[in-house]
């Protein structure tokens, strides 16, 4: 599944604090990818957790989103990019 941090994660991000592991941009990208509500997406510097339905699914973050998120952890300027993120429970939800 490709996700997409836009400026607007981004800038998002910024207004709530920098310090939230469901609030940082990329958490706030795959909520949107994944029509989740706020909270449904826990991201640490290294992976992230989906939550849906009572069931948690850890995943592994790719290097550019590492890299992405130490940067942003950092206070140093971010760009949006792109990453595919390989998806198992949370990816045919059929919801």
Known sequence: MKIQVTQEDIDKALSRGQDSYFDCPVALALN????????????GSTECT??????????????????????????????????????????NRGD
Do not use: H
Request: proline letters at 6%.
């Open 32 to 43: 949107r990818s994944l029509n989740a509500n706020r909270g449904g997406c826990k991201v």
């Open 50 to 91: 989906i939550y849906f339905k009572g069931l948690a699914e850890c995943v592994w973050l790719p290097e550019e989103a590492t890299n992405f998120i130490n940067s942003y952890d950092s206070a140093w300027p971010v760009t949006p990019f792109e990453f595919e993120l390989d998806l198992y429970n949370t990816a």
